[in-house]
């Protein structure tokens, strides 16, 4: 399971817009935690393009 920091989500549609990039990128079994500004998923999207995707929609993928 692949665990990224996203910020910017502040509401469960940011948390959907969120999810439906990674799905669109090939992760499954995606959760999304607002509280700890996580994304969880299964498989192995390519990282820059997971930057630019989840970027293209306001928020930010942040190193831990």
Same mark, same amino acid.
């Given at each position: 399971? #692949? ?13 959907? #817009? ?9 992760? #499954?079994?995606? #959760? ?33």
């Amino acid at each position: 399971m #692949t665990t990224l920091r996203i910020q910017g989500m502040k509401c469960q549609h940011c948390a959907a #817009t969120a999810k439906k990039v990674l799905e669109e990128l090939g992760a #499954t079994e995606v #959760t999304i935690d607002l509280g700890k500004n996580e994304a969880r998923f299964e498989g192995s999207p390519d990282r820059e393009a997971v930057r630019r995707a989840i970027a293209a929609q306001g928020f930010a993928v942040v190193d831990a």
